[in-house]
């Protein structure tokens, strides 16, 4: 593991992670210690609202506010990391939320950072789950209600202008395709996201209830359900592909819901890969799971500030 290099030595951060279908939050040491984790699902039965106020609620009944230097979150997007406003695609009530203000006044004082979850997913990985040294240029992968990324390039997230780079399940794999909430057709995600490969699923007959029965059913030999999974490797297989081309990448980590679906999706994920990586140096990227499961994304929050430069920034 890396040591980190962080001006807050023994002290705590407060880490976020907002997601499509749940919010954790937990308190997070210089060293990657994690304590005073909670989670709440998004599920229709509070609002996006009550559900942040929930979660960071059990974190600071358990860690006293006076330990907490800075707030990390990590958020679905599209997001403006300046104005600190977030817009995700699966919380039509929040558009242009302010988030960063909406965290700081929950613990006034401190500095808040925000980036994208799966750019969070991205550099928790780097950070505390890859080997020293484990990859130079790197993206994760979220693949779950929807299908975000983020890069990492010599220990360093590469954010983007607008803060908005990785979102690769955006990348248009099928030009004919599905209408995507975004505006486009054919994107990754209308493909990959455990919703958009049930509903394809259902359409041709599977009567199962969501993406995990989905997995049981594929490694149980099921046709269609075997076929979702093809479909969803060969989408992601185009976009992993066409980063690696842009950004000559050494791996991408990916996590998420429908990750753990493990052999069922890695498999022909992988096959995909190796089969149309044309060019000599794209047949060196390394496709795998997370090693840190769904707390990537936490640390990767935290990161944000933990791994902030000592007279770096300093805004809330």
């Known amino acids: 593991m890396r040591t980190p290099r962080s001006p807050y030595e023994d002290r705590n951060v407060l880490a976020v992670d907002i997601g499509g279908t749940k919010f954790a939050a937990a308190a997070v040491g210089a060293d990657g210690t994690m304590t005073a984790r909670a989670e709440v699902p998004l599920d229709g039965a509070r609002s996006a609202g009550a559900a942040l106020a929930e979660v960071v609620d059990r974190v600071l009944r358990r860690v ?5 230097d800075g707030i990390g979150v990590g958020s679905a997007g599209p997001l403006d990391p300046d104005k600190g406003t977030v817009s995700p695609v699966n919380i039509p009530s929040w558009r242009n939320f302010p988030l960063t203000d909406e965290l700081g006044r929950m613990l006034p004082g401190r500095p808040v ?19 020293e040294g484990g990859a130079r240029a790197m993206l994760g992968v979220v693949v779950s209600t929807g299908v975000g990324g983020g890069f990492v390039f010599d220990g360093v997230p590469y954010l ?13 794999a099928d030009p004919g395709g599905e209408a995507c909430p975004c505006g486009a057709s054919g994107c990754v995600e209308t493909m990959a996201s455990g919703p958009s490969m049930v509903r394809w699923a259902r359409s041709l007959g599977w009567n199962g209830a969501d993406a995990r029965e989905l997995a049981v059913s594929a490694a149980a030999g099921e046709e269609v359900a075997r076929c979702a999974f ?20 050494d791996h991408v980590v990916v996590g998420g819901g429908v990750a753990a679906a493990g052999a069922v999706l890695f498999d022909p994920l992988r096959r995909a890969v190796a ?11 390394r496709v795998d799971p997370t090693s840190l499961g769904r707390d990537a994304g936490l640390l990767g929050a935290a990161a944000l ?12």
């Open 64 to 68: 006293p506010r006076d330990r907490l």
């Open 113 to 131: 950072r925000l980036a994208g979850d799966a750019q969070c997913m991205a550099l928790g990985e780097w950070w505390r789950g890859l080997p």
């Open 160 to 172: 983007g202008p607008t803060g908005n780079a990785g979102h690769i399940g955006h990348i248009v």
């Open 230 to 249: 093809q479909r969803a490797a060969d989408a992601l297989a185009t976009a992993f592909l066409t980063a690696a081309a842009l950004f000559d990448l």
């Open 275 to 285: 089969r149309n990586a044309g060019l000599g140096f794209l047949g060196r990227l």
């Open 305 to 316: 500030i933990l791994r902030e430069p000592p007279g770096g920034r300093t805004d809330a």
